[in-house]
T-cell receptor, first 113, second 114 residues
Framework: TQLLEQSPQFLSIQEGENLTVYCNSSSVFSSLQWYRQEPGEGPVLLVTVVTGGEVKKLKRLTFQFGDARKDSSLHITAAQPGDTGLYLCAGENSGGSNYKLTFGKGTLLTVNP | DAGVIQSPRHEVTEMGQEVTLRCKPISGHDYLFWYRQTMMRGLELLIYFNNNVPIDDSGMPEDRFSAKMPNASFSTLKIQPSEPRDSAVYFC????????????FGPGTRLTVL
């Protein structure tokens, strides 16, 4: 079973601060996705990274895929209350025809005004 | 597009009762996924379908759980008999392609088994 460990599990910060959350595994993934989930709703895709070492930016969010495709990070600059939510990483199994995502347990971020 | 539709949004039932959760995927999406989310275990894949055919049901916890997809626009997840440990939020998701395709999640069904 491929596991994804996310850290920290909980994070509470003030508006304007920067933060980084991590997603780590001992397994290699062919791609990795980051989702954000708000209370009472399903997760919504933020980004997909495919290439080892890849960096993608989405406004104030920066996503990086590790060179070995085993880990990823999400950095948020100048966090805002609207960034509050559960951030989930999900890795796609490498190879084979059986496609599915393995999700981490998530980082619950609270940005206080 | 209305997105993925799930019903009911909330279900409260007593142990031993049958529970049926329903999902309508986004039109044209070939893949449908059923997930369960709890605080302890996070978001777990239960089963997924491709073109209405179950591909991987290794995440289905036990024989009390069953899922069907009779056509491209409807799927059900049934628990019979239900137990308190089945209490969780159940999500349905659909995607157009496999691989790096985005999964679109429904709003979930919050199930409470007393």
């Amino acid at each position: 079973t491929q596991l994804l460990e996310q850290s920290p599990q909980f994070l509470s910060i003030q508006e304007g601060e920067n933060l980084t959350v991590y997603c780590n595994s001992s397994s290699v993934f062919s791609s990795l996705q980051w989702y954000r989930q708000e209370p009472g709703e399903g997760p919504v895709l933020l980004v997909t990274v495919v290439t080892g070492g890849e960096v993608k930016k989405l406004k104030r969010l920066t996503f990086q895929f590790g060179d070995a495709r085993k880990d990823s990070s999400l950095h948020i600059t100048a966090a805002q209350p609207g960034d509050t939510g559960l951030y989930l990483c999900a890795g796609e199994n490498s190879g084979g025809s059986n496609y599915k995502l393995t999700f981490g347990k998530g980082t619950l971020l609270t940005v206080n005004p | 597009d209305a997105g993925v539709i799930q019903s009911p949004r909330h279900e409260v039932t007593e142990m031993g009762q049958e529970v049926t959760l329903r999902c309508k995927p986004i039109s044209g999406h070939d893949y449908l996924f059923w997930y369960r989310q709890t605080m302890m275990r996070g978001l777990e894949l239960l089963i997924y379908f491709n073109n209405n055919v179950p591909i991987d049901d290794s995440g289905m916890p036990e024989d009390r759980f069953s899922a069907k997809m009779p056509n491209a626009s409807f799927s059900t997840l049934k628990i019979q008999p239900s137990e308190p440990r089945d209490s969780a939020v159940y999500f349905c998701a659909s995607s157009l392609v496999a691989g790096v395709g985005e999964q679109f999640f429904g709003p979930g069904t919050r199930l409470t088994v007393l």
